[in-house]
Protein backbone atom coordinates (compact mmCIF):
# COMPACT_ATOMS: atom_id res chain seq x y z
CA UNK A 1 0.00 0.00 0.00
CA UNK A 2 0.99 3.62 -0.49
CA UNK A 3 2.09 5.17 2.95
CA UNK A 4 1.67 8.94 1.46
CA UNK A 5 -0.28 10.55 -1.32
CA UNK A 6 2.05 11.26 -4.42
CA UNK A 7 2.01 14.94 -4.92
CA UNK A 8 4.96 15.35 -7.57
CA UNK A 9 2.85 16.57 -10.79
CA UNK A 10 4.03 19.20 -11.59
CA UNK A 11 7.81 18.59 -10.66
CA UNK A 12 9.52 17.82 -14.04
CA UNK A 13 12.79 18.32 -13.77
CA UNK A 14 15.12 21.17 -15.10
CA UNK A 15 18.63 19.71 -17.24
CA UNK A 16 20.23 22.41 -19.29
CA UNK A 17 17.52 24.24 -19.39
CA UNK A 18 14.88 21.75 -20.62
CA UNK A 19 12.32 19.66 -18.81
CA UNK A 20 13.18 16.01 -18.85
CA UNK A 21 12.18 13.01 -17.93
CA UNK A 22 13.26 12.18 -14.27
CA UNK A 23 13.36 8.48 -14.19
CA UNK A 24 14.85 6.57 -17.75
CA UNK A 25 13.67 3.43 -17.10
CA UNK A 26 11.98 1.49 -14.11
CA UNK A 27 14.00 -0.79 -12.31
CA UNK A 28 14.47 -4.65 -12.90
CA UNK A 29 11.92 -5.78 -10.91
CA UNK A 30 8.49 -4.27 -9.50
CA UNK A 31 8.55 -0.60 -8.65
CA UNK A 32 6.77 1.44 -5.57
CA UNK A 33 3.88 3.29 -6.22
CA UNK A 34 5.73 6.64 -6.05
CA UNK A 35 8.51 5.60 -8.63
CA UNK A 36 5.80 4.17 -10.88
CA UNK A 37 3.73 7.36 -10.55
CA UNK A 38 6.80 9.73 -11.33
CA UNK A 39 7.79 7.75 -14.05
CA UNK A 40 4.36 7.93 -15.50
CA UNK A 41 4.04 11.39 -15.16
CA UNK A 42 7.35 11.71 -17.64
CA UNK A 43 5.54 9.74 -20.23
CA UNK A 44 5.60 12.36 -23.11
CA UNK A 45 9.01 13.07 -22.60
CA UNK A 46 10.10 10.10 -23.86
CA UNK A 47 9.13 10.43 -27.51
CA UNK A 48 8.45 12.61 -30.18
CA UNK A 49 5.93 11.40 -32.32
CA UNK A 50 2.72 9.07 -30.84
CA UNK A 51 0.25 6.55 -32.62
CA UNK A 52 -1.77 4.87 -30.43
CA UNK A 53 -5.55 3.20 -30.52
CA UNK A 54 -8.19 3.23 -27.73
CA UNK A 55 -10.96 1.09 -27.51
CA UNK A 56 -13.24 1.79 -24.57
CA UNK A 57 -16.01 -0.10 -23.13
CA UNK A 58 -18.82 1.05 -20.55
CA UNK A 59 -21.17 -1.42 -19.17
CA UNK A 60 -24.41 -0.58 -17.52
CA UNK A 61 -28.24 -0.19 -18.20
CA UNK A 62 -28.02 -0.05 -21.73
CA UNK A 63 -25.63 -2.67 -22.09
CA UNK A 64 -22.26 -2.92 -24.03
CA UNK A 65 -21.17 0.61 -25.58
CA UNK A 66 -18.15 0.60 -27.77
CA UNK A 67 -15.89 3.59 -28.79
CA UNK A 68 -12.33 3.77 -30.34
CA UNK A 69 -10.18 6.63 -30.26
CA UNK A 70 -7.12 7.17 -32.90
CA UNK A 71 -4.05 9.12 -31.57
CA UNK A 72 -1.64 11.12 -33.42
CA UNK A 73 0.72 13.55 -31.60
CA UNK A 74 4.30 15.03 -32.66
CA UNK A 75 5.98 17.04 -30.47
CA UNK A 76 5.34 20.69 -29.68
CA UNK A 77 2.25 21.48 -30.18
CA UNK A 78 0.25 18.70 -32.63
CA UNK A 79 -2.08 16.38 -31.70
CA UNK A 80 -4.97 14.54 -34.06
CA UNK A 81 -7.45 12.96 -31.86
CA UNK A 82 -10.63 10.56 -34.00
CA UNK A 83 -13.39 8.98 -31.68
CA UNK A 84 -15.50 6.74 -33.52
CA UNK A 85 -18.68 4.44 -32.56
CA UNK A 86 -17.64 1.01 -34.80
CA UNK A 87 -20.60 -0.84 -35.88
CA UNK A 88 -22.36 2.48 -36.74
CA UNK A 89 -20.81 3.14 -40.33
CA UNK A 90 -18.13 4.92 -41.65
CA UNK A 91 -20.06 8.12 -42.19
CA UNK A 92 -21.20 10.38 -40.14
CA UNK A 93 -20.41 8.79 -36.69
CA UNK A 94 -17.01 9.95 -36.07
CA UNK A 95 -15.78 13.13 -34.10
CA UNK A 96 -12.20 15.21 -34.68
CA UNK A 97 -10.62 17.05 -32.35
CA UNK A 98 -7.02 18.54 -34.03
CA UNK A 99 -4.32 21.13 -32.93
CA UNK A 100 -1.45 23.02 -34.03
CA UNK A 101 -0.07 24.34 -30.86
CA UNK A 102 -2.07 27.53 -31.37
CA UNK A 103 -5.76 27.24 -33.23
CA UNK A 104 -7.90 24.30 -31.99
CA UNK A 105 -10.64 22.61 -34.33
CA UNK A 106 -13.21 20.19 -33.75
CA UNK A 107 -16.04 18.39 -36.21
CA UNK A 108 -18.37 16.29 -35.49
CA UNK A 109 -19.71 14.35 -38.73
CA UNK A 110 -23.23 13.44 -37.65
CA UNK A 111 -24.24 16.59 -36.89
CA UNK A 112 -21.85 18.22 -39.86
CA UNK A 113 -20.62 21.08 -36.87
CA UNK A 114 -17.52 22.70 -36.36
CA UNK A 115 -15.48 24.95 -34.06
CA UNK A 116 -11.80 26.76 -34.75
CA UNK A 117 -11.02 28.73 -31.99
CA UNK A 118 -7.24 29.76 -30.01
CA UNK A 119 -5.45 27.46 -27.93
CA UNK A 120 -7.36 28.15 -24.25
CA UNK A 121 -4.42 30.02 -22.33
CA UNK A 122 -3.04 28.15 -19.18
CA UNK A 123 -3.60 30.06 -15.70
CA UNK A 124 -0.41 31.57 -14.92
CA UNK A 125 1.27 32.17 -11.44
CA UNK A 126 1.54 28.53 -11.04
CA UNK A 127 4.80 28.18 -10.74
CA UNK A 128 4.99 24.60 -8.42
CA UNK A 129 7.64 26.02 -5.85
CA UNK A 130 5.22 28.30 -4.98
CA UNK A 131 2.61 25.91 -3.91
CA UNK A 132 2.05 22.89 -1.54
CA UNK A 133 2.11 19.71 -4.43
CA UNK A 134 -1.48 18.60 -4.02
CA UNK A 135 -2.54 22.41 -5.45
CA UNK A 136 0.24 22.76 -9.00
CA UNK A 137 -0.91 20.88 -12.08
CA UNK A 138 1.52 19.36 -14.59
CA UNK A 139 1.88 21.41 -18.02
CA UNK A 140 1.88 18.96 -21.16
CA UNK A 141 4.27 19.41 -23.76
CA UNK A 142 1.52 18.65 -26.48
CA UNK A 143 -2.22 19.29 -25.06
CA UNK A 144 -4.82 16.93 -25.44
CA UNK A 145 -8.46 17.20 -25.51
CA UNK A 146 -9.55 17.50 -21.32
CA UNK A 147 -11.45 15.15 -19.85
CA UNK A 148 -11.07 11.93 -22.44
CA UNK A 149 -8.93 8.78 -22.11
CA UNK A 150 -6.06 10.54 -24.54
CA UNK A 151 -5.53 12.90 -22.27
CA UNK A 152 -5.21 10.65 -19.33
CA UNK A 153 -3.42 7.74 -21.51
CA UNK A 154 -0.28 10.16 -22.67
CA UNK A 155 -0.30 12.64 -19.67
CA UNK A 156 -1.08 10.75 -16.41
CA UNK A 157 0.20 12.58 -13.71
CA UNK A 158 -2.96 14.81 -13.21
CA UNK A 159 -4.93 11.48 -12.71
CA UNK A 160 -2.56 9.54 -10.60
CA UNK A 161 -1.91 12.67 -8.28
CA UNK A 162 -5.93 13.77 -8.08
CA UNK A 163 -7.69 10.11 -8.55
CA UNK A 164 -5.09 7.42 -7.93
CA UNK A 165 -3.35 8.42 -4.94
CA UNK A 166 -6.72 9.35 -3.34
CA UNK A 167 -7.17 5.67 -2.61
CA UNK A 168 -5.35 2.64 -1.53
CA UNK A 169 -2.39 1.88 -4.14
CA UNK A 170 -0.20 -0.85 -4.54
CA UNK A 171 1.17 -2.86 -7.55
CA UNK A 172 -0.20 -6.37 -8.48
CA UNK A 173 2.40 -7.47 -10.75
CA UNK A 174 3.01 -7.19 -14.37
CA UNK A 175 0.68 -7.85 -18.15
CA UNK A 176 0.93 -7.46 -21.35
CA UNK A 177 -1.08 -4.85 -23.24
CA UNK A 178 -0.52 -3.43 -27.23
CA UNK A 179 2.15 -7.03 -27.74
CA UNK A 180 4.25 -5.15 -24.70
CA UNK A 181 4.99 -5.05 -21.26
CA UNK A 182 2.93 -3.10 -18.72
CA UNK A 183 3.39 -2.87 -14.87
CA UNK A 184 -0.31 -3.45 -13.65
CA UNK A 185 -1.71 -1.13 -10.15
CA UNK A 186 -4.65 -1.71 -8.42
CA UNK A 187 -6.36 1.58 -6.37
CA UNK A 188 -9.26 0.94 -3.63
CA UNK A 189 -11.41 3.65 -3.23
CA UNK A 190 -10.37 6.64 -4.78
CA UNK A 191 -12.27 9.78 -3.49
CA UNK A 192 -11.71 12.34 -5.96
CA UNK A 193 -14.05 10.64 -8.20
CA UNK A 194 -18.15 11.64 -9.81
CA UNK A 195 -20.59 10.49 -7.05
CA UNK A 196 -22.27 7.80 -8.88
CA UNK A 197 -19.14 5.72 -7.84
CA UNK A 198 -18.22 7.54 -4.71
CA UNK A 199 -18.39 3.99 -2.49
CA UNK A 200 -16.08 1.88 -0.75
CA UNK A 201 -16.55 -1.07 -3.35
CA UNK A 202 -15.09 1.01 -6.29
CA UNK A 203 -12.13 -0.27 -7.64
CA UNK A 204 -9.41 0.95 -10.58
CA UNK A 205 -6.62 -0.98 -11.84
CA UNK A 206 -4.17 0.98 -14.13
CA UNK A 207 -1.64 -1.02 -16.96
CA UNK A 208 1.14 1.35 -17.52
CA UNK A 209 3.62 0.60 -20.03
CA UNK A 210 7.01 -0.59 -18.71
CA UNK A 211 9.51 1.28 -21.35
CA UNK A 212 7.94 4.76 -21.63
CA UNK A 213 4.93 5.70 -19.02
CA UNK A 214 2.13 5.87 -20.62
CA UNK A 215 -1.32 4.08 -19.54
CA UNK A 216 -2.26 1.31 -21.54
CA UNK A 217 -5.33 -0.39 -19.86
CA UNK A 218 -7.85 1.21 -17.69
CA UNK A 219 -10.50 -1.19 -15.77
CA UNK A 220 -13.12 0.09 -13.12
CA UNK A 221 -15.48 -2.04 -11.37
CA UNK A 222 -18.06 -1.60 -8.50
CA UNK A 223 -18.05 -4.52 -6.45
CA UNK A 224 -17.78 -7.69 -8.10
CA UNK A 225 -19.24 -6.18 -11.65
CA UNK A 226 -16.57 -4.44 -14.34
CA UNK A 227 -18.11 -1.11 -15.72
CA UNK A 228 -15.56 0.19 -17.52
CA UNK A 229 -12.71 -0.90 -19.90
CA UNK A 230 -10.24 0.97 -22.10
CA UNK A 231 -7.54 -0.84 -23.33
CA UNK A 232 -4.80 0.51 -26.70
CA UNK A 233 -4.72 -1.73 -28.92
CA UNK A 234 -2.37 -0.23 -31.01
CA UNK A 235 0.92 1.38 -29.68
CA UNK A 236 3.60 3.05 -31.47
CA UNK A 237 6.23 5.57 -29.84
CA UNK A 238 8.67 7.84 -31.94
CA UNK A 239 6.21 7.04 -35.50
CA UNK A 240 6.93 7.65 -39.07
CA UNK A 241 3.50 10.32 -39.21
CA UNK A 242 2.87 11.12 -42.79
CA UNK A 243 3.59 15.18 -43.42
CA UNK A 244 -0.48 15.42 -43.89
CA UNK A 245 -1.42 14.44 -40.35
CA UNK A 246 -2.28 17.10 -38.81
CA UNK A 247 -3.90 18.32 -42.12
CA UNK A 248 -7.35 19.54 -41.87
CA UNK A 249 -10.41 21.87 -44.05
CA UNK A 250 -13.60 21.37 -42.71
CA UNK A 251 -16.20 19.60 -45.05
CA UNK A 252 -18.57 21.56 -47.46
CA UNK A 253 -21.57 22.10 -46.03
CA UNK A 254 -20.25 21.79 -42.01
CA UNK A 255 -21.43 25.00 -40.04
CA UNK A 256 -18.75 26.65 -38.26
CA UNK A 257 -19.96 27.66 -34.37
CA UNK A 258 -17.08 29.76 -33.65
Given at each position: ??????????????R?????????????????????????R?????????????????????????????????????????T???????????????????????????????????????????D????????????????????????????????????????????????????????????????????????????????????????????????????????????????A??????????????????
Amino acid sequence: MSSRPWDRAAFVPVRRGEKRAEVAALPVGLPTVAELFTFMRDAERRFETLKMRIEERVYGARGEQLAAMDVAVRHAGHARVVTTEPGQGAAGSHELWISDGDVVRTYSAAHKLGTSRPVRNRVRGLDPDGFPGRSTLYEPITPLPMETLAELFVHPAGYSQNVLATGDCWISGTDRVAAREAIVLECDHPRSVETTVDRPDYHVQVSVDRLDGLVTRLVESVGDEVTRVAEVTFLEPDAALPATTFDFEFPEGTTVLY
